[in-house]
């Protein structure tokens, strides 16, 4: 599988709006970032900076006394749940990574343990259950969970216990600044740079009147606020655009549909999880769904999993946005060793660094203690000596060498805030068959502060 890669002009947020309608340049550049998020097709990508941070107002962890015990990653993942699809691709990251760690030597030269926990959704008691299995066992770091509203279900109980929660999916600008004593982190971007990717991609469309679907949940609410600021910034007033939060719970959403169709928008986003299939059935019904107006989707629900839950051909032309990095189809193939049954890659790799970026900061603490490993996490990311794998950093990190691991997701540079100050996006659309197909051009962005 090849890629294509274009355009590596800087867009400064002063000139946001130009960004947004779609500039663009011949210049190649092989750091360009384009990802799998399907088996066997490639995408376009926007990728975003920000110097958003809590500055000194973020929590900072406090070292732990010094522990060698061997290092415990468990996972808080979905193995059940609305985000069930996300769930095969980031425990098949989680578990290479481990393999790979311990090829290379373990952690304090012992090997690293993997505990596997199921994270379901906020129907149920599921992540709970697993936090507290997972802290009894004497797990210094969990991986997970995949969705924000999971993961403020947890936080507080991971954090006051002084582990490491480190998600590998989380984007709701919630987590920014969260009083989580310092051990919260996560690969993924925040969505205020999704919001623009997503803006950006809509206003290419042409769309001059839009509306928005978004669950009532701190992602969707979020990512909702943030597109309709960014939208509003591409120039498309503020009474063309209407913004409907539905219960992802519910048992119908032919109300917020009918709201959609009554405001007759020529752009539609949706922003869910598993309910969006229900949602874009309806839109189908009614005749606003994906053959009759632009619809566009985001991370929560670009799968391969949501053509599988809707009626032949019904996505066709849909596109959408997600957090996707270059891992390269040598990665991917490596993935499908963890797990032949692979689909999506969605977040395989933001499972994968969190795994290393934890092995790290405990070789460069000396410690297996959980306060430990999260006050080196952000500064085994940037400015010190470049390494790209486990086997590399590692002999650095035993010297006491200042290092900067750059994952399978390319550059990280964690702000204080314990987050990416980088995300890099995938544009993702659907064939008639249902299946995610490789759009046809790649952008870039850049947003400030």
């Known amino acids: 599988m090849s890629h294509r890669y274009l355009l590596r002009g800087t867009i400064?947020?002063?000139?946001?709006?130009?960004?947004?309608?779609?500039?663009?340049?011949?210049?190649?550049?092989?750091?360009?970032?384009?990802?799998?998020?399907?088996?066997?097709?490639?995408?376009?990508?926007t990728e975003a900076t920000t110097n958003t941070d809590c500055g000194e107002n973020a929590d900072k962890a406090t070292p732990g006394p010094v522990s060698t015990a061997p290092l415990k990653i468990g996972t808080l993942l979905p193995a059940t749940g609305s985000l069930a699809f996300l769930g095969p691709p980031e425990f098949a990251g989680v578990k290479l990574a481990v393999q790979d760690v311990n090829a290379a030597g373990g952690v304090l030269d012992q090997p690293v343990q993997q505990i596997d926990g199921d994270s379901g959704d906020t129907t149920t008691d599921?992540?709970?259950?697993?936090?507290?299995?997972?802290?009894?066992?004497?797990?210094?770091?969990?991986?997970?969970?995949?969705?924000?509203?999971?993961?403020?279900?947890?936080?507080?109980?991971?954090?006051?216990?002084?582990?490491?929660?480190?998600?590998?999916?989380?984007?709701?600008?919630?987590?920014?600044?969260?009083?989580?004593?310092?051990?919260?982190?996560?690969?993924?971007?925040?969505?205020?740079?999704?919001?623009?990717?997503l803006a950006q991609v809509m206003a290419e469309g042409g769309v001059q009147r839009?509306?928005?679907?978004?669950?009532?949940?701190?992602?969707?609410?979020?990512?909702?606020?943030?597109?309709?600021?960014?939208?509003?910034?591409?120039?498309?007033?503020?009474?063309?655009i209407k913004t409907i939060i539905y219960d992802p719970n519910a048992q119908s959403f032919n109300a917020e549909v009918d709201q959609v169709k009554n405001f007759n928008p020529d752009g539609i986003a949706v922003i869910g999880f598993e309910e969006s299939a229900k949602i874009i059935t309806r839109m189908n019904e009614v005749k606003i769904g994906p053959k009759d107006k632009l619809v566009f989707g985001v991370d929560g629900n670009m799968g391969n999993a949501l053509g599988e839950s809707v009626g032949p051909g019904i996505l066709e032309g849909m596109k959408g946005t997600t957090p996707l990095t270059n891992v390269g189809p040598q990665f991917e193939a490596r993935l499908k060793t963890a797990d032949p049954a692979l689909i999506d890659f969605n977040y395989a790799g933001e499972s994968y660094d969190a795994v290393v970026i934890s092995a790290l900061a405990a070789e460069v603490a000396k410690s297996t203690n959980g306060r430990s490993i999260a006050a080196n996490i952000n500064a085994v990311t940037e400015g010190g000596t470049k390494c790209k794998t486990f086997e590399e950093c590692l002999p650095l990190a035993k010297a006491g060498t200042d290092l900067d691991y750059d994952g399978v997701t390319g550059e990280l540079a964690f702000v204080t805030a314990g987050e990416p100050s980088v995300g890099s996006y995938g544009v993702l659309e659907f064939d008639g068959n249902n299946k995610l197909i490789a759009p046809v051009a790649d952008y870039k962005v850049v947003k400030g502060n």
């Not at 210049?27 to 360009?32: E, H, N, Q, V």
């Not at 989380?170 to 310092?182: I, L």
């Open 210 to 240: 839009v509306a928005i679907l978004a669950m009532n949940d701190p992602y969707g609410t979020g990512l909702a606020k943030n597109t309709v600021s960014d939208l509003e910034a591409a120039g498309i007033p503020a009474d063309q």
């Open 12 to 45: 400064a947020a002063a000139v946001s709006v130009m960004a947004i309608a779609g500039c663009s340049s011949d210049d190649s550049d092989d750091t360009a970032t384009t990802g799998g998020a399907t088996g066997a097709s490639a995408s376009s990508s």
């Open 126 to 197: 599921t992540a709970n259950a697993t936090v507290d299995r997972e802290l009894a066992a004497g797990t210094q770091v969990i991986v997970g969970a995949a969705s924000s509203s999971v993961s403020l279900k947890v936080i507080d109980k991971i954090s006051n216990a002084g582990a490491v929660m480190f998600s590998p999916a989380n984007t709701s600008d919630e987590f920014t600044c969260y009083a989580d004593k310092g051990q919260y982190f996560r690969t993924a971007p925040a969505d205020t740079l999704q919001a623009q990717a």
